[in-house]
């Protein structure tokens, strides 16, 4: 499988008029991130998976972040759901 670039030259993407502008506020590395939704999409995508007992490695590949991230994913899943689960008889 190919990988793909994860970054791209300002002036090879952007129209020149733009490249000015943001060349007028910043230089240097910049960061630019996708629409809030890919996010959570991408999110519910690594869980879905890993509850139906795909491997990290393999969620992975097809969530196309790293395993790292997969286990941070689900980290903050198993947070969420743990708070949920805790009622006033606990104790907590």
Do not use: C
Not at 60 to 76: F, K
Request: hydrophobic share 35%.
């Amino acid at each position: 499988m190919k990988k793909r670039k994860n970054y791209a030259n300002a002036k090879d993407v952007l129209p020149p008029e733009l490249l000015k502008e943001v060349q007028k506020h910043y230089s240097g590395l910049l960061w630019i991130p996708a629409p809030g939704r890919f996010y959570q999409e991408r999110r519910d995508l690594v869980v879905a998976l890993h509850l139906q007992g795909v491997s990290t490695a393999e969620v992975s590949t097809l969530a196309g972040v790293t395993t790292r991230r997969v286990n941070q994913v689900l980290a903050e899943y198993r947070k969420g759901n743990q708070a949920r689960q805790i009622g006033p008889a606990s104790g907590r």
